[in-house]
């Protein structure tokens, strides 16, 4: 069974840094497809970040110059690190997996980040 376990979200000040984690169990980062997601209040989810098997990454718009995802194959687990946050960043993050070579996606349950002063 493959659980996703996102962890360090909080409120942050405009300008300040968060690095999320995303902890995968039952299935291994290296051989997925990894991304971060988030999702507003009264807002559609949103690709933020996507790392690919090949170490290629994928950015937002918004996010890039900001944001980097990376990965840790020994600790199965996948990072987000946001810089210069925004209060427009503030959003539910979900960690996403999609396994190579299936049409399978699993989610976590969502971390809260806030950007407010």
């Known amino acids: 069974q493959v659980q996703l376990v996102e962890s360090g979200g909080g409120l942050v000040q405009p300008g300040g840094s968060l690095r999320l984690s995303c902890a995968a169990s039952g299935t291994t980062v290296s051989r997925n497809t990894m991304g971060w997601y988030r999702q507003a209040p009264g807002k559609e989810r949103e690709s933020v970040a996507v790392?690919?098997?090949?170490?290629?990454?994928n950015y937002a718009d918004s996010v890039k110059g900001r944001f980097t995802i990376s990965r840790n194959n020994a600790k199965n687990t996948v990072f987000l690190q946001m810089n210069n946050l925004k209060p427009e960043d503030t959003a539910v993050y979900y960690c996403?997996?999609?396994?190579?070579?299936?049409?399978?996606?699993?989610w976590g349950q969502g971390t809260q980040v806030t950007v407010s002063s």
């Open positions: 790392i690919f098997v090949d170490d290629n990454t």
């Open positions: 996403n997996a999609r396994p190579r070579g299936t049409l399978r996606s699993y």
